[in-house]
């Protein structure tokens, strides 16, 4: 659901009918009196808001937004009929996600919608688990059996590939150019330093990480 804070009846009504047609539900409000009420209702997963509305301006209800608890991480695009870099900026500044000025195409809207959404979509891959190893992509923290395991980037970053692709053999030629770069001119040997001493700081979870004699290595899913 896409809510529309916009007091121009015509611009609304196309907002909503491109919104529509381009496969969103949407519902619009000429002012924060229903937009207030229709938050207690449903938390929309994005909100187009015009900074000059009766009543209730823009940046206010985008203030209140972002102090809500409920609702800091709704995504917003601004929408106004000014242009100035100033207005940009306190738009910006006060937590929108983008700016769109008036007047602007529908597609040009929609694909700021799009592309807004993909930024703040929550990933769902942001803790990989094998066995009693489990690696908090965005805490950047790695625990096993409860207990957090301090790495060097390097370490962290050959856990990472290897528990992303479980069960793929990677040769010690793919994982010094994945990780160190395809420019760096070290041995292969670094791998396999590098692997020992992870599988020492993993203790029994090092275990997941297996030799492939004659090839490389592989995290056993």
Same mark, same amino acid.
Request: net charge negative.
């Given at each position: 659901?896409?809510?529309?804070?916009?007091?121009?009846?015509?611009?609304?009504?196309?907002?909503?009918?491109?919104?529509?047609?381009s496969g969103?539900?949407?519902k619009g409000?000429?002012?924060?009196?229903?937009?207030?009420?229709?938050?207690?209702?449903?938390?929309?997963?994005?909100?187009?808001?015009?900074?000059?509305?009766?009543?209730?301006?823009?940046?206010?209800?985008?203030?209140?937004?972002?102090?809500?608890?409920? /609702? $800091?991480?709704?995504?917003?695009?601004?929408? *106004?009929?000014?242009?100035?870099?100033? &207005?940009? %900026?306190?738009?910006?500044? #006060?937590?929108?996600?983008?700016?769109?000025?008036?007047?602007?195409?529908?597609?040009?809207?929609?694909?700021?919608?799009?592309?807004?959404?993909?930024? /703040? $979509?929550?990933?769902?891959?942001?803790?990989? *688990?094998?066995?009693?190893?489990?690696? &908090?992509? %965005?805490?950047?923290?790695? #625990?096993?059996?409860?207990?957090?395991?301090?790495?060097?980037?390097?370490?962290?970053?050959?856990?990472?590939?290897?528990?992303?692709?479980?069960?793929?053999?990677?040769?010690?030629?793919?994982?010094?150019?994945?990780?160190?770069?395809?420019?760096?001119?070290?041995?292969?040997?670094?791998?396999?330093?590098?692997?020992?001493?992870?599988?020492?700081?993993?203790?029994?979870?090092?275990?997941?990480?297996?030799?492939?004699?004659?090839?490389?290595?592989?995290?056993?899913?």
């Amino acid at each position: 659901m896409i809510y529309c804070v916009e007091d121009d009846n015509a611009i609304r009504d196309l907002m909503l009918y491109t919104l529509g047609a381009s496969g969103f539900q949407a519902k619009g409000f000429p002012d924060s009196t229903g937009f207030w009420q229709a938050m207690t209702e449903e938390k929309p997963e994005l909100i187009l808001l015009d900074i000059m509305l009766p009543g209730e301006d823009g940046i206010t209800i985008l203030k209140k937004l972002r102090a809500g608890a409920a /609702t $800091a991480n709704i995504p917003i695009i601004m929408a *106004t009929a000014k242009g100035s870099e100033f &207005d940009k %900026v306190i738009g910006l500044d #006060t937590g929108a996600d983008d700016y769109l000025v008036k007047p602007f195409g529908m597609m040009e809207m929609v694909a700021r919608i799009k592309a807004v959404m993909r930024r /703040t $979509a929550p990933k769902t891959d942001q803790v990989l *688990t094998c066995g009693d190893i489990v690696l &908090d992509e %965005v805490r950047h923290i790695v #625990t096993v059996d409860g207990k957090q395991v301090v790495l060097t980037l390097k370490e962290y970053e050959l856990l990472k590939l290897l528990m992303e692709n479980a069960g793929q053999v990677f040769t010690r030629d793919i994982l010094l150019s994945r990780i160190w770069g395809q420019d760096y001119l070290g041995e292969t040997r670094t791998v396999d330093v590098h692997i020992g001493t992870l599988r020492t700081k993993l203790a029994k979870g090092g275990e997941k990480i297996e030799t492939v004699r004659g090839v490389g290595y592989k995290m056993v899913e």
